[in-house]
Structures are given as C-alpha cells and as structure tokens.
C-alpha cells in the first residue's frame, strides 16, 4: 500500500528495470483504479466503505486509507449521517463476542465523477452478524444509507428486512443471503 505518488515512482521503476515501454505510470495507475484527480472538484468525498475507527491497529487502521476503498459520498452523508451510522456499529460490537460486518454500495444507473471513471453510488450499506458464546448469533442487521443531502439518520433494520431491502436496491432477482444461514438467532 502506497500513496499515489509513491506508486506511480515504482511503477516507472519497474518499467526501467524491465525495459517496458509505453504507457507512463500515472496512465496504468488510472487504468486500474480511482485516483485522486477523479475526486478534485466533483463535490463528493471519499467515503470509507471499511472505516478506519472499525479497527485497532495503526497498520489496520492506515490500510483503509486507499482508494480502493473509497466511494464517492455526498458530504452531509460521510461527515455526519454514516458517520454516526459507523460509531453505532462501535457500541453494537462492544456487546459481541465478535463482529462480522459485510459493507458495500449500490451503484447508480448515471451518475459518475472523475470523466465518468468512477459511479457515484445511489446508497451505501453496512450489514453485521453480532456472536456471543460458541459463536451463536445473537444479533443481526443492517444500515442502508441514501446518497443524497438528506439528513434523515441510518435507520438499524432487521437482517430478513435489510437482505430484502437491499436486493431490490440492487434489482436482484433472487434474495441475498449475506451471512451463511442468515446469521439467524433466538
């Protein structure tokens, strides 16, 4: 893991040692993932899809810093909504023995930043199957976040709900099953 520019360095070393030519480093990078141009003045910002404050470690912590994983989120949605959104996941584990989270996006139909290299999620959404002894489940559920100014909070829904939920945002046939067997609990 290495900030952009650092990466585009090893990327033309590499070609050197190796005597490729062709494409210069910045243009292989931009071929592969988001870069930080694609956010300058779009009026997004990068969105933590695994959050930094979800982790211990610094090395842990300091790997969610990619843009890989980032989306693009409205302001009022990363700052303030999912914000408050993730530190309540942070008081639901501390009630866990352990945690297992399942984050993702639903893409929008048009909306795109950076010359339309990088989709504009129409909702961001956080899933979680909360163990106790054993690894029983003993709770489960979800967020599902609109991509908008709105500053409606995160509503915490059932895992039936949030599963049926979400696959009609990702127009899914077929009903998700996030966790194995639902992470169904008493």
Known sequence: MLPERQTEHSITEYNRKKNIRGKKASDLLRM?????????????TRGHINPNGHHVTQDSRKATFT???????????????WNRYENEMIKIAKTCSSMYVVTG???????????????IP???????CCTGANERPIKSGGGIGANGN???????IQMPE?????????????NIDIFHSGCKHE
Do not use: C
């Open 32 to 44: 592969s993932q988001a870069v930080n141009a694609d956010y300058k003045g779009s009026g997004y």
């Open 67 to 81: 843009l890989t994983n980032v989306a693009p989120m409205t302001k009022e949605l990363n700052n303030n909504i």
């Open 122 to 128: 129409s909702h961001v959404w956080s899933a979680y």
């Open 105 to 119: 996006v639903v893409p929008s139909k048009s909306k795109w930043i950076g010359q339309k290299r990088v989709n």
């Open 150 to 156: 709105l500053k409606k909070p995160i509503e915490l």
């Open 162 to 174: 949030f599963q049926n939920k979400l696959t009609k945002l990702l127009n899914i046939k077929r």
